[in-house]
């Protein structure tokens, strides 16, 4: 059995169809474990063949009643809003509870995958260098409550399994800025790609934020952005790679601008582009990042053979296959 906590979500339901895809009608049970609420949240699972479906509240009594069962768990649940305020709300899920798994997990020999954040790297001025060593996680000032929840419990791992109590394979991966199908219950959260699309369909526009640093243009700010396929690429080769424990950074390895992004928009729609740029809120302005990009030096010392697709190819993806498509989910 392998458990995806946070399954019906972007990321974990793309997880949940590649490890689908992996293994076929004959694999393990897959079980997730999410909150579906009242949107078409549930239309990310739809298509997937579950053993089971788990509210967050009873996920440690289906735990011990599977004890033994369970070979693997991607702990891709969390409050993910980097706007959110309730911070001890954000410790519960994002502290507390995968400290708790983590001891689970040590104790019945089950191994883990979770997600951390590039949002530990905070405004980038340390760079976005995976250096899990302790004096390398100490170097690192998040900006937001969800960032230093995801970089506390990284320095938790880090500190347990230099104790010898973590389970039997444990990495975490800090996911840059991933973008993809069933991304659509994220609201605001969504991809820019996700965001512009239906815009440029509708009015042969798109609307980027304005540069308000000298020396970069508008649209110029640069982000790592990752297509969520390359994600689930490289939790897949995890699980097949069980020796392989520690933090890696999952992004491309290379940053583009805002500006490439949405011209990758209107190529993959075979529109000419016509971008906007108008002023970012100043609620917003002192705390922007015009920067992130993975290194990825780690992961490929790890043994990490995959190629990660480029940001053309990644959209055209996206918009052709998903974003225009009559049923856009995964």
Known sequence: MIVVTGGAGFIGSNLVAGLEQRFGADGPDLVVVDRLGQDDKWKNIAKRDLAAIVQPEDFFA??????????????????????????????????????????????????????????????GDSGFDDDASPAGLARLRPMNAYGWSKHLFDRQAVKLAGRGIHPPQWAGLKFFNVYGPNEYHKGSMQSVVSHITPKIRAEGSATLFKSHRPGIDHGGQKRDFVYVQDCVDVMLWLYDTPSVNGIFNLGTGTARSFADLANAVFAALGRDPHIHYADMPEAIRDRYQYFTQARMERLREAGYPGQFTTLEDGVRRYVQDFLTAADPYR
Not at 101 to 120: E, F, P, Q, V
Request: glycine share 8%.
């Open 62 to 123: 289906f735990l011990e009643a599977h004890a033994g069962g369970i070979e693997a768990i991607f702990h891709l649940g969390a409050i993910s809003s980097t706007t959110e305020r309730d911070a001890d709300l954000i410790v519960r899920q994002n502290v507390i509870l995968p400290l708790d798994l983590w001891h689970w997990c040590a104790k019945h020999g089950t191994r883990l995958i979770y997600a951390s954040s590039a949002a530990t790297y905070g405004d």
